[in-house]
Every structure is written in structure tokens, then in C-alpha cells.
């Protein structure tokens, strides 16, 4: 469902970077319309990408985990197919890198916007030390995935990539800090990333919910978090992904989780 010209833009905006990436993998995670597929053929022909495809759709987990597979190279950054990323994303994150070589997973935050990247309608911000975001990750996602770059021997050693519905990258994180890594998030915005009426639909309904509250019991399980941290976890999802409107959860969201 991807619109061919944003596929193209977001592409661009990570093959024109300041510092290039090595490699460029392309996930095609099931059928696709032919416009997208020319788009996909003509940028991976012209930038020597690497097109993955499977022939049946297996889920946002599954073409992460395929790609993480397939990579050449010891870091990994995520680009999602619609959004757009600074021209100097990457040399800003190497260059944390070499500095830093404990970290693990190294993000940044994210501007949110409609339409163009000129009309900014929320920033997600969050916190940059380690510390910070392992006791945030206890109450919400500590990274903008979209953002990342992250070591290919951590993700695999926390189990890669696996399926959990809207949650893949939460989950991922969760099993990073059992395995000890290191996160960082950069204070610059790395990332700008389309919203609108869709995407707080998704965020919202009874499968969105169920899936979020069993990770939740999954991470009390495992002690991430006590039962109190839980009760309220599952409370405050209850009332925004499913007693609440989605007018209003887009209201809440712009004003309430984002600057």
C-alpha cells in the first residue's frame, strides 16, 4: 500500500546521503501493484540495491528479520518506505559511533508531518542516555525504530526480528536489554515521518490492544517490570487504543505524546 512516489523519495533520501551506505537492502514483502514494483525495479537497477521478496505477505517482523540476514555489514540502519531522512542522518550516527563504541543501538528523534515535510504537526522526543531509556522502555517504545542503526551481531544475539503485531521493534528492544545493550538516541531529528487519520486508526482497536497488553505481560514475566507498572501500562492502552474515538486519540497524541 505504499504510494510509489513517497517509496521514492524516502529511497533517495538515504542513497543521497553526506556518507552512503555500503549496502541498500529492499524488502518486498508479498505482491505489490506493478507502479510500486517499477519504482522498486528502477532504484535497485540504477543503485545497485538488493531487492528481497517473498511471494505471500509474512508481516513487518519477517522482512526486517530477512533482511537482517541477508546484510553484509556490521551495522544496520532501518528506513521505513515513506519517510524521510536528514541528508547527513548517517554521517551524524557513524560519527557517534566511532566515538562511542559500547553503544549498541543508536537512534534520534523524529518530526512528524502531513503531506510535506513543511507542515510539521507533532515531534516525538525521546530520551538520549542509556539509563534514560531502559526505565522509559518499562512504560512506552524507548526508539523511533524508523531512525535506528543498530549492530548486526546484538540483533541477532536478542533473537533477530520476530512477529508481534505493530510491536516488532518493541519487542526487540525489550530482548536487547535482556542480552545487555547499549542504547543512545542522538537529540537531533534524524527522521521526518508522514502521519495522519491512518496511522492513529492503526493505533488503535482490540487487535492493536491485545497485542500491546500481551507484551506487556510478557515483559512482566520476564521482570522487566513489576505487577504496578503493568495494571497501569494496560490501563492507560485500554482507554486510548480502545474506549477512546479515534478523533480524539489522534488529538491525544499530537497534544499529549508529542511536542
Known sequence: NDDPNDFETAFLSIYNQTVRPDEIIITVDGPIPLE???????????????????????????????AVTQAKYDWIAIMDADDISVPDRFEKQFSYIVE????????????????????????????????DIKNYLKKR??????????????????????????????????????????????PDT?????????????????????????LQGWMLTHKIIAFPRYFVNVLIRLCVQVLMPNWLRGFVFQKLFRK
Open 141 to 186: 517504545c524507548p526508539m523511533n525504530h524508523m531512525s535506528i542503526m543498530a549492530r548486526k551481531d546484538i540483533i541477532l544475539k536478542s533473537g533477530n526480528y520476530q512477529d508481534w503485531h505493530y510491536n516488532e521493534d518493541y519487542f526487540l528492544y525489550c530482548r536487547m536489554l535482556l542480552t545487555g545493550a547499549v542504547f543512545h538516541n542522538l
Open 100 to 131: 562511542h563504541s559500547e553503544v549498541s543501538v543508536l537512534g534520534g528523534q523524529i518530526e512528524e508531518f502531513i503531506g510535506s515535510p513543511d507542515k510539521i504537526v507533532g515531534k516525538r522526543v525521546v530520551p538520549e542516555n542509556d539509563n
Open 36 to 66: 510500486l514494483d517499477e519504482v522498486v525495479t528502477r532504484l535497485a537497477r540504477e543503485c545497485q540495491a538488493v531487492v528481497l521478496r517473498s511471494e505471500q505477505n509474512n508481516g513487518l517482523g519477517m522482512a526486517h528479520a530477512l
Open 190 to 214: 534524524l527522521v521526518y515521518v508522514r502521519v495522519g487519520e491512518e496511522m492513529y486508526k492503526r493505533r488503535g482497536g482490540w487487535k492493536y490492544f491485545k497485542s500491546e497488553a500481551k
